[in-house]
């Protein structure tokens, strides 16, 4: 962590804001005004209080803003060489880095996040656009042999308008996972940010425009998602929505965008096992679940949030996870412990109702269990890092997504109960596996239902891997090569000779 990070949270935990952060919508290189004249608070998650206000986008604003990436497509961004594209990209990367301080504060700001995360994520970004920066020039197209008469071949072109809805969990890395790919394919994206954390995207909208993207090519709608964010999807003019969040809204985009045929690629919910089994080195164990759960506060799609262990090393594994789980330190997240707030009262309030209803049934919380404050400042919405031992495979608490730093434990006596239980909800998005068994690894590798499996370190991978679900964890994958695909569309062309 840097002198300049350090000293710019300290302070703006005095001030209570940042200064200088964007007020408007960004539409066509520049802020803009909602039609409405309509604003809303976002607040600091560390505290408890509001410290800026952002725009709220209506039907007209959206449109507005879809016209404008429409004429940049046809037009700017059309005409401007892939070199071009990779060079604007690549210098975006250099401008994150830059700007790390600034994005890193505001990002902890606005999700309550750790300094330390809220960095790893800026950083993680600064990466991605330099990777698909990287890519931007060698998408390229296919010749196919039909013998002597003819001449084909395909061209890489791109989708056209992309719509992009961002999640509160991770603001910064989640924007730029969508729009770095895009952009490097030639598309053009208007992009609608969470609620309740509206204030990064609009910075990297003019960071990328500093960096010489073309007005319009990257045009962002602050609002709720009712308004906002269905006129967007709904919009016929878009050709490709990139959607991270619940399954409800989820199937709700992609009904939508059946009704003007565009694609979708839906990145939704989680409930992904971690399984240690009997061989496993169990420290290493431990400290993969206090990541696999603990990260972001459990705010993640693919968070490690069943621990799945085999009877011989069930008591040893739990005793010493919650010895660790105790010893962590949540607060405020400028001020960089090991656990930041949770995003918003209401999703504080359905952790606890979560953690209330195993408390009323009677099952063993082996850690944690309760809302919290900033111990420091007595404010702010926090949850403690929570173990709930020995669940039953079909009880909900194992079946639904959580979203909050609440591990729940299911006991197994072989490995195929092991895979059994891995495979018992309707999601598919993440598994990881602890043993020394190579074998056994690879195998539970093949027999998993995931988009990703990680071996001896969970969420082990890089913004190269490329990322998804399965079934109700969504379709389509993001990151890596494959992540570019959702975005290019092949056309080919046959001559006769
Ligand atoms: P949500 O799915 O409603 O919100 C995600 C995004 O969709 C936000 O930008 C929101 O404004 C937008 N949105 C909402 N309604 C929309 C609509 N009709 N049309 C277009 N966009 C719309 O999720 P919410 O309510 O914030 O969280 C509920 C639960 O979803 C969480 O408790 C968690 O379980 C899960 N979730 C999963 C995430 C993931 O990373 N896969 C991220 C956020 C939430
Ligand atoms: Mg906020």
Redesign the pocket.
């Known amino acids: 962590m840097s002198d300049g990070i350090t000293q710019l949270a300290q302070d703006v935990l005095k001030s209570g804001t940042l200064t200088g952060l964007p007020q408007h919508l960004f539409i066509d290189g520049k802020p803009v005004k909602a039609a409405s004249g309509n604003r809303m608070e976002t607040f600091d998650p560390g505290s408890g209080r509001a410290f800026a206000q952002f725009d709220l986008a209506n039907a007209e604003d959206v449109n507005r803003a879809v016209q404008s990436s429409h004429k940049a497509l046809m037009g700017a961004w059309r005409i401007t060489k892939p070199a071009e594209r990779s060079a604007i990209l690549c210098r975006m990367g250099a401008l994150m880095r830059r700007d790390l301080a600034r994005l890193s504060v505001a990002e902890t700001l606005d999700s309550g996040k750790t300094l330390n995360e809220a960095q790893w994520d800026v950083l993680a970004s600064a990466r991605m656009f330099e990777y698909y920066g990287g890519l931007a020039d060698k998408l390229q197209g296919s010749t196919i042999p039909l013998g002597l008469d003819y001449l084909s071949y395909t061209i890489a072109e791109p989708v056209g308008v992309t719509a992009h809805?961002?999640?509160?969990?991770?603001p910064t890395s989640t924007i730029v996972r969508g729009i770095a790919p895009a952009l490097a394919a030639g598309c053009t994206v208007v992009c609608?940010?969470?609620?309740t954390t509206p204030m990064t995207a609009l910075m990297i909208a003019a960071l990328l425009t500093e960096a010489g993207l073309p007005d319009g090519v990257c045009n962002i709608i602050t609002g709720?998602?009712?308004e906002a964010?269905?006129a967007?999807?709904a919009h016929p003019l878009v050709r490709h929505i990139t959607?991270?969040?619940?399954v409800?809204?989820?199937i709700?985009?992609m009904k939508?965008a059946a009704d003007h045929v565009a694609s979708v690629t839906l990145?939704?919910?989680?409930k992904s096992p971690m399984v240690v089994l009997n061989d496993a080195d169990i420290d290493a164990a431990v400290e993969g679940a206090r990541w696999a759960i603990y990260s972001n506060a459990g705010q993640?799609?693919s968070a490690g949030s069943r621990l799945i262990v085999e009877r011989k090393v069930h008591a040893e594994m739990v005793e010493k996870f919650a010895k660790a789980s105790k010893s962590l330190r949540v607060g405020h997240g400028l001020r960089n412990l090991d656990i930041g707030a949770v995003n918003s009262l209401l999703?504080l309030g359905?952790i606890e109702a979560n953690v209330n209803d195993a408390k009323a049934r009677g099952l063993s919380i082996a850690a944690g269990g309760s809302s919290v404050h900033d111990p420091q400042t007595g404010k702010g919405w926090f949850f403690e890092p929570t173990i709930i031992d020995d669940v039953g495979l079909n009880d909900r608490l194992v079946q639904e997504?959580i979203?909050g730093p609440v591990m729940v434990v299911q006991v197994v006596d072989s490995y195929e109960e092991a895979v059994e239980a891995a495979n018992c909800t309707q999601f598919a998005l993440a598994a990881g596996i602890y043993t020394k068994d190579v074998t056994k690894a690879l195998r539970f590798a093949r027999d998993v239902d995931a988009g990703q499996v990680y071996i001896n370190e969970y969420y082990a991978g890089g913004i190269e891997v490329p990322f998804g679900g399965n079934r109700n964890s969504g379709f389509g994958r993001e990151k890596g090569l494959d992540g570019v695909k959702a975005y290019l569309r092949t056309k080919a062309v046959t001559a006769r000779l």
């Open positions: 809805i961002i999640p509160w969990n991770y609608k940010p969470a609620e709720t998602g009712p964010g269905a967007l999807v959607f991270t969040g619940s409800p809204t989820g709700a985009t939508s990145e939704l919910g989680g993640v799609c999703q359905r997504e979203f």
